[in-house]
């Protein structure tokens, strides 16, 4: 990949984890509604905190993609770990794939995890390939 696409990739992926961090943060019961209501099926009191976990572990690593862009450096490892909790996280969603209300966003949500997953372990192999041929400014 170009150097353009890196930055347009490692911007948008960026970009995307946290605007997720920003409303999961500004709105857990949305969130919840929408895309984390795992359990009975009535947004239980208790999950803002837990919500709000994960949008502080969404921030993280939005901004990790994000400084990855301005340091190149960064971009594997930053890339690397992206992949390794997303692959974790695709496991919980797969241990629940039944809870979900409405119950088709557990199966969805695993698919979409597993295939981002498996986008950041392949981005990672490119920009480790890349760091390797010394084409990285």
């Known amino acids: 990949m170009t150097d353009r696409h890196w930055r347009l990739t490692l911007r948008g992926l960026g970009a995307t984890f946290i605007l997720l961090a920003a409303w999961a943060a500004?709105?857990?019961y949305s969130f919840t509604?929408?895309?984390?209501?795992?359990g009975s099926g009535e947004v239980e009191p208790?999950?803002?905190?837990?919500?709000?976990?994960?949008a502080a572990c969404a921030a993280t690593f939005g901004a990790g993609l994000l400084l990855a862009d301005r340091f190149s450096a960064w971009r594997s490892p930053a890339l690397a770990l992206t992949a390794l909790w997303?692959?974790?996280h695709?496991?919980?969603h797969v241990v629940d794939i039944g809870k979900s209300h409405p119950a088709f966003v557990g199966p969805v949500?695993?698919?979409l995890l597993i295939v981002i997953t498996a986008l950041f372990a392949r981005l990672t192999q490119l920009s480790i390939r890349t760091d390797h041929q010394g084409v990285r400014q």
Not at 46 to 54: A, I, Q, S, W
């Open 26 to 28: 500004i709105h857990p």
């Open 33 to 38: 509604v929408v895309l984390a209501n795992f």
């Open 46 to 54: 208790g999950t803002d905190h837990l919500v709000r976990d994960f």
């Open 90 to 92: 695709a496991i919980g």
């Open 109 to 111: 949500e695993a698919v």
């Open 86 to 88: 997303n692959g974790l």
